[in-house]
């Protein structure tokens, strides 16, 4: 009688960019009933896999969670328990990885099993250090070599003598043997004068690039305290780097950058910065929370306007048009008018135009805009779907000319439980830029953290605001802000950033 028994997949986590992962890692990652993850996966890719079961296994030079023995029965118990474990190891599982063990070990118990490759930090991380493996004239050949050692004798694991004159050589693991490396490379024929490399933290944000000759790296690790992990790359080709550097060169890169904005909505800030080369910390000091009974604002079609200031305003309408059995073609003769560039994206995702977007992405613009387009105000019928603790200035100004204005309560912005161990992450982290994309994310913000972690937060950081509201609520409550949206929406945020940053 035959036993089933669940499927191990043999998961490469890349070198640790969470965009490395490869189509195939992503699709087990999200069907994954467990996970079982090493030191060197980045953790963001736990987020692939929301309803799996999470077991750290890490390993590094010094510090074993569970021994390889140990991660092996793991595995047996965890596929004859459940259908999909999912092993995310960093790099590719066969390089330097030990997968080819753990495959064995579950071939030998008939555990089923798949083998899903990934970029391996010997071909990715020389990448974003603008160091081609190859490159004709220069390395016809490329050579992936343990860096450790043999601890009895005290020196590199593998015979050198067939590698060492020839093609591009990276060192995996190898930083605490690289004097050793570095001498018996030279002994055995190649140049004092080769140029070398050591890549510390490869394509995370805080890689670190160390550049020298290879009689003179290992002082110049030693000089900049170049740990684990990282790679030593041997060969003409890490001389490119010079000109083939990108992922350093970035406006951002070795900038650390905390993001407030609720959770469900700080993706695009954080693309954004990440892809400038920022180191991001999220911080969320604000959640939104839907209203759950929707009032009645009577027949839709009655009005001459509906103003929408965000996009969470024009995703909570729709919702309760859809709850009340309609859609957009009660807006028939209804002009749209928005505050923002992201506000605009939403409605016309909907197939819509918008008839009316003010230059300045404030309230004060939107009503002279308003103003001008339409002269008297008197009689109109206007919808505010909004947040409750929207600024009154609008309503009241068009009421103040004779309007009628309804003000719909779409969804409430509150403060979210927070943690003090995340408090206090983000006061080690040490952010150089807090960004505010509203002024109750800058209150939250301030009550969240308290008087004593704000003192120590802020001699080092900077505050980053969207507009001159915000940037007047983060004044008042004592944080200096240093950078200013000029349009005030998320691409203007990361370009006032940048702006600081270079001044």
């Known amino acids: 009688m035959s036993v089933a028994y669940g499927k191990v997949f043999l998961v490469g986590a890349g070198p640790g960019d969470p965009g490395l992962i490869t189509v195939r890692g992503r699709a087990c990652l999200e069907r994954a009933d467990v996970v079982i993850y090493d030191n060197l996966a980045n953790d963001a890719l736990l987020e692939y896999a929301p309803n799996a079961e999470r077991i750290f296994a890490g390993k590094s030079t010094d510090h074993h969670t569970l021994l390889q023995d140990e991660i092996n029965e793991l595995l047996l118990e965890q596929a004859r328990k459940v259908a ?58 490329v050579t992936l070599i343990t860096g450790h050692e043999d601890t009895q004798r005290h020196k590199p694991a593998v015979d050198l003598a067939q590698l060492a004159v020839q093609g591009t050589l990276v060192f995996y693991m190898g930083v605490k043997s690289l004097s050793h490396i570095a001498a018996e490379l030279i002994r055995l024929g190649r140049a004092p004068e080769t140029p070398a490399a050591a890549i510390e933290w490869g394509t995370f944000p805080r890689q670190r690039t160390i550049h020298g000759r290879l009689d003179t790296i290992h002082e110049l690790c030693e000089r900049e305290r170049v740990s684990p992990p990282a790679l030593f790359v041997v060969g003409a080709v890490t001389a490119l780097s010079e000109t083939l550097s990108w992922f350093e060169n970035r406006p951002l890169y070795g900038k650390r950058i905390a993001v407030t904005r609720a959770r469900g909505q700080a993706s695009e800030l954080v693309i954004a910065l990440r892809e400038l080369g920022a180191d991001v910390f999220e911080f969320p000091t604000i959640e939104i929370e839907r209203v759950e009974a929707p009032p009645d604002f009577g027949p839709i079609g009655a009005y001459h306007w509906v103003i929408l200031t965000s996009v969470n305003g024009v995703d909570m309408l729709f919702e309760r048009l859809e709850t009340l059995g309609l859609d957009a073609r009660g807006l028939a003769g209804v002009k749209l008018c928005v505050i923002g560039s992201a506000t605009r994206e939403a409605v016309q995702k909907r197939f819509l135009r918008c008839d009316l977007m003010p230059d300045k992405y404030v309230a004060e613009s939107l009503l002279e805009a308003l103003v001008e387009r339409e002269g008297a105000l008197e009689g109109k019928r206007f919808l505010l779907p909004r947040a409750d603790i929207a600024r009154s200035f609008l309503p009241k100004e068009l009421r103040a000319r004779g309007a009628e204005v309804t003000e719909l309560i779409a969804y409430r912005t509150v403060k979210p439980q927070s943690s003090e161990q995340l408090a206090d992450a983000l006061v080690a982290y040490a952010p150089d830029f807090v960004t505010f994309t509203s002024s109750s994310t800058a209150r939250n913000f301030c009550e969240i953290l308290g008087p004593a972690r704000l003192a120590a937060l802020q001699p080092k950081a900077a505050f980053a605001s969207i507009g001159p509201i915000t940037t007047q609520t983060a004044q008042d409550l004592g944080l200096a802000v240093r950078a200013e949206a000029q349009e005030h929406d998320i691409p203007g945020l990361v370009q006032a950033i940048v702006r600081a940053l270079s001044a």
């Open 84 to 141: 999909r474990v999912v092993r995310l190891k960093g790099g590719d599982p066969f390089v330097f990885g030990r997968g080819g063990e753990e495959a064995l070990f579950l071939a030998e118990h008939g555990i089923p099993f798949e083998i899903v490759p990934g970029v391996t930090s010997g071909i990715g991380a020389l990448a974003y250090a603008g160091i081609p493996v190859t490159h004709r004239g220069l390395a016809g050949s």
